[in-house]
């Protein structure tokens, strides 16, 4: 008759489980910490338009004393679009409970 220790056992037997899950890995996405959020008005439609106004041009007219006024600058505006998309999934998850004892009896 063969003697049973620990070694004989196969491998899964030989694990310990932890009843508590461990915490989920979360990317650090950086490039979401300076974004503008912005909220959709509900019912408004799908679409978020933004504007900004381009850069100005350089001042190339000194100021002086002589009290001239320098010729004005136009701003020039740009919209911009914005269509929101929605990504997400789902998972099945099936697991099996032992309700009541946590015992495992074999006859």
Same mark, same amino acid.
């Given at each position: 008759?063969?003697?049973?220790?620990t &070694?004989?056992?196969p491998?899964?037997?030989? *694990?310990?489980?932890s009843?508590?899950f461990?915490? *989920?890995?979360?990317?650090?996405l950086i490039?979401?910490?300076l974004?503008?959020?912005?909220?959709?008005?509900?019912?408004?439609?799908?679409?978020?338009r933004m504007s900004? &106004?381009n850069r100005?041009?350089?001042a190339m007219?000194p100021l002086?004393?002589?009290? *001239?006024?320098p010729p004005?600058?136009?701003m020039?505006?740009?919209? *911009?679009?914005?269509?929101?998309?929605?990504f997400g999934?789902?998972?099945?998850?099936?697991?099996?409970?032992?309700?009541?004892?946590?015992?495992?009896?074999v006859?």
């Amino acid at each position: 008759m063969a003697i049973v220790s620990t &070694t004989n056992f196969p491998s899964p037997t030989q *694990i310990a489980w932890s009843e508590k899950f461990l915490a *989920i890995a979360v990317p650090n996405l950086i490039h979401g910490t300076l974004a503008m959020q912005k909220k959709m008005p509900a019912n408004h439609g799908y679409i978020l338009r933004m504007s900004r &106004t381009n850069r100005l041009a350089n001042a190339m007219v000194p100021l002086g004393p002589s009290g *001239i006024t320098p010729p004005p600058v136009t701003m020039s505006r740009v919209d *911009i679009d914005v269509r929101p998309q929605f990504f997400g999934s789902h998972m099945l998850l099936n697991e099996q409970c032992t309700l009541g004892s946590t015992e495992a009896w074999v006859n």
